[in-house]
């Protein structure tokens, strides 16, 4: 017997036209587009489907586009096969996507999830802007080679393993000057290679100290139900259905390292054997190949 499980993507699946078919396609999805653009305050639809990019890949600004364009495509998969989302038994989202996860599973609403990862982002980005920071992925290392190599190269700045994503791929972040050293550091202790990557700021680790407290008080004033269906969390790669634990989990993930390979490995282990990428690009099924050849992982937007 099939079960089904929806991942979400996170912060840089994003790329310029997305939703833009869809939207076209289905009244429901330009609709959702339409309440999403009341609620942050700008034209979202218009940056989702023509650009520029720069605004696009911004913190701020792709934190709500992927939230949006993500739940635009779980409105078309129930449009061209509504027997799959009800028939969906758990989810999970990658960083910003464990948002979209819980919409999706009903613990709160659209507008208010919106808001939510619009103060998100916005935390997010002030904290990188008051310490120049980054992201490095490192290749080819197991867990503890990289937590050594992070030893060696941390010297007296931050740096921290901040994704857990598959075997051999994990990113670190930490402050410029530590990310610079590991990714020199990389290759003589084995990895195949370091990736600096494009982001704001060290996501997942200490340096987003100062975003916790406004996130906190974002979530206490968010109404939270408990979820309709188990919504794997990034922070202990378990479910939780109290609302109360979900938000303190929220807050604790910005922060924290995002245990996505264990979280796949809980699904699997509950007997998930078919997955849908519920959102752009393809992140989340390249991973889960390298996790589980065996299980399968369509795409919904393609």
């Known amino acids: 017997m099939t079960k089904i499980a929806f991942l979400f993507p996170g912060q840089g699946a994003q790329t310029v036209g997305m939703g833009a078919e869809l939207a076209a396609r289905l009244p429901a999805v330009r609709q959702l587009y339409d309440r999403a653009n009341a609620v942050v305050g700008y034209d979202l639809a218009k940056l989702c489907f023509e650009g520029p990019a720069e605004e696009l890949d911004s913190t701020v ?126 290759p003589a202790a084995g990895a195949m290679k370091a990736v600096p990557l494009a982001v704001a700021g060290a996501f997942h680790t200490s340096i987003m100290g100062p975003a916790v407290e406004r996130l906190r008080a974002a979530l206490a004033d968010v109404p939270m139900q408990k979820p309709r269906l188990p919504v794997v969390s990034n922070v202990d790669a378990q479910p939780h259905d109290d609302p109360g634990e979900i938000r303190g989990l929220l807050v604790k993930q910005v922060v924290s390292q995002v245990r996505w390979e264990d979280s796949m490995r809980y699904l699997l282990a509950q007997g998930c054997d078919q997955f849908y990428e519920v959102g752009p690009g393809r992140v989340l099924r390249g991973l889960m190949k390298r996790i589980e050849r065996r299980a399968e992982c369509l795409g919904v937007m393609g």
């Open 61 to 186: 600004r792709s934190q709500p586009a992927l939230f949006v364009t993500s739940l635009a495509a779980l409105e078309a998969l129930r449009h061209d096969q509504p027997d799959v989302p009800l028939s969906c038994e758990m989810a999970a989202g990658l960083s910003l996507g464990e948002y979209t996860a819980l919409v999706f599973a009903g613990g709160m609403n659209f507008e208010d999830g919106l808001r939510l990862v619009q103060i998100r982002g916005e935390a997010m980005q002030a904290a990188s802007d008051a310490t120049p920071s980054g992201m490095v992925s490192v290749l080819g290392l197991e867990r503890s080679q990289v937590q050594q190599l992070c030893d060696q190269a941390r010297g007296g700045d931050v740096l921290e393993i901040a994704n857990l994503l598959c075997p051999g791929n994990i990113a670190v972040s930490g402050s410029n000057a530590a990310c610079e050293r590991v990714a020199e550091m990389a």
